[in-house]
């Protein structure tokens, strides 16, 4: 089992910047994809980023694309999520996720069914 550890979330103001850190244990050469999600209170946990482990592809939900930007360290198995110009409607438990074994394109992995493994979650809260 892959363990995740998220870290980077606060506490920032509306137009800020913040970068996100997710580092998996375990072999990368078992891994598809990794992606990011978050879960606002009283909401659905929705499918936030993605990018493909051997070829750096990436995948974005509409409400994010042009703001965040995720990205992998392949040597420090670790995926980032630099999320800039943040609005009080990104305030969420950010969650990281691993998947062992899926589609080639990246554009599938909005579906949490895909992934096997999730972190616990780093707080990001955007006041206005």
């Known amino acids: 089992q892959v363990q995740l550890v998220e870290s980077g979330g606060g506490l920032v103001q509306a137009g800020d910047s913040l970068r996100l850190s997710c580092t998996a244990s375990?072999?990368?050469?078992?891994?598809?994809?990794m992606g990011w999600f978050r879960q606002a209170p009283e909401k659905e946990r929705e499918f936030v980023s993605a990018?493909?482990?051997?070829?750096?592809?990436?995948h974005y939900a509409d409400s994010v694309r042009g703001r965040f930007t995720v990205s992998r360290d392949s040597a420090r198995n670790t995926v980032y999520l630099q999320m800039n110009s943040l609005k009080p409607e990104d305030t969420a438990v950010y969650f990281c996720?691993?998947?062992?074994?899926?589609?080639?394109?990246?554009?599938?992995?909005?579906?949490?069914?895909?992934?096997?493994?999730w972190g616990q979650g780093t707080q990001v809260t955007v006041s206005s």
């Open positions: 996720a691993a998947s062992k074994i899926g589609p080639n394109s990246v554009s599938y992995y909005y579906q949490r069914g895909l992934y096997d493994d």
């Open positions: 375990g072999r990368s050469n078992s891994r598809a994809a």
């Open positions: 990018i493909k482990w051997n070829t750096g592809a990436t």
